[in-house]
């Protein structure tokens, strides 16, 4: 194999710059060319490709989001797409592509593997769902960014004597919401694998105010049942928890940012083993980290099996919110 394509897609991630270069440097160690692929499946559809140097991959460790641009593209989910993004590739004599992304993105990655083509699957997202990696990239640094907003929420909930629901992304995955509610020292977390009636995160916020705590946190996932804006209005007009009732949704300042120093690693150590294990003749895996090492999972476990919650941190969450 003498020249790849690699490209980021779906969500961004902190941390792809990383993989990025290292799928590049890996690629010039192997004396392997590595086009850059922008805008994801877009750009795959278009032919928009570039080759990416040493140097243009030069001071974007640090970086977040992605120099390649990502994007979301529905053409390419038909098999009509998945062919001529396939022209694409043949066109510029590309051999093999490494696709950074999501589980959307790693079902594109198997789709063109199905049709003949080498792929390699990078986990990138923060929202920590992808099965066969215990840590997707993005995920350490998106945790970083929340728990620094619950801390400085919480010290205007202490001033106030508020209860603060603090919505977080994580789509419809509830581990950004429990891990940031253990480490953010959350009072009640609710996530879409575990349900929570209104009347009890009522009860659980009541209950803080009762026993003297001078704050209480809810966290809640994007994907839960209902929404943080329709538990605000439910308490709101409903229920007397003894604080006053404030939301704040999150958003989007949790993809962005420099990647933290776990991220850079695991990025790194992905990009690099993604590109080793392509010269190696594999294709329809992801790369994935399972406990100290890095493993080939195939994008056909990885697409159809689900990533389970543990259960023993609910019950850290429930213990240490006491
Ligand atoms: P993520 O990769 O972050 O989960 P998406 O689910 O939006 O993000 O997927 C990103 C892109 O991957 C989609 O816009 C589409 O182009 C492609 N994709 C998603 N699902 C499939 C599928 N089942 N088959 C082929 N391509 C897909
Ligand atoms: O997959 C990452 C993620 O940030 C999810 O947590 C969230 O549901 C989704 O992407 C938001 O997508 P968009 O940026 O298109 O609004």
């Known amino acids: 194999m003498k020249r790849v ?27 392997v060319e590595v086009y850059g692929i922008r805008q994801a499946y877009t750009g795959c559809l278009a032919g928009d490709f570039e080759l990416l140097t040493s140097r243009e991959v030069s001071g974007i460790l640090q970086r977040g989001g992605t120099i390649l641009q990502t994007a979301r593209n529905e053409e390419f989910k038909t098999v009509q797409g998945q062919r001529k993004a396939l022209r694409r590739l043949n066109e510029r004599n590309i051999e093999g592509l490494v696709v950074i992304g999501g589980d ?129 209005a439910y ?20 993809r962005g940012g420099s990647p933290s120093a776990f991220d850079r690693r695991l990025a790194s150590l992905l990009g690099m083993r993604a590109l080793e294990a392509m010269l190696e003749g594999q294709s329809g895996v992801m790369v994935g980290m399972q406990g100290r090492t890095i493993q ?11 990533r389970e919650m543990t259960e023993a941190y609910y019950e850290l969450a429930r213990i240490l919110s006491r």
Do not use: C
Not at 237 to 246: S, T
Not at 297 to 305: A, I, N
């Open 5 to 31: 394509a690699v490209m980021t897609s779906g969500g961004d991630a902190p941390g792809m710059n990383a993989a990025i270069r290292a799928v590049v440097r890996t690629g010039l160690e192997h004396s």
């Open 235 to 254: 308490l709101t007009k409903n229920k007397n928890v003894g604080f006053e009732i404030r939301l704040s949704i999150l958003g989007h300042m949790q």
């Open 104 to 232: 959307g993105s790693l079902r594109g990655a198997l789709a063109l593997h199905k049709l003949g083509f080498p792929v390699l699957g990078v986990p990138g997202s923060i929202d920590n769902d992808i099965w066969g990696t215990d840590m997707s990239i993005g995920v350490d640094t998106a945790l970083n960014t929340i728990i620094d907003a619950l801390d400085r929420i919480r010290d205007t909930a202490t001033s106030h004597q508020r209860a603060f629901l603090i919505e977080v992304m994580g789509r419809n995955s509830g581990y950004l919401a429990l891990m940031a509610g253990i480490l953010g020292g959350a009072e009640i977390v609710i996530t879409p694998e575990k349900a929570i009636s209104m009347d009890d995160v009522a009860a659980a916020l009541e209950d803080s105010y009762v026993r003297g705590k001078s704050h209480a946190v809810a966290v809640i996932a994007e994907g839960a049942s209902y929404s943080t804006t329709d538990l605000a």
């Open 296 to 306: 080939s999972v195939s994008l056909e476990d990885v697409t159809t099996k689900t």
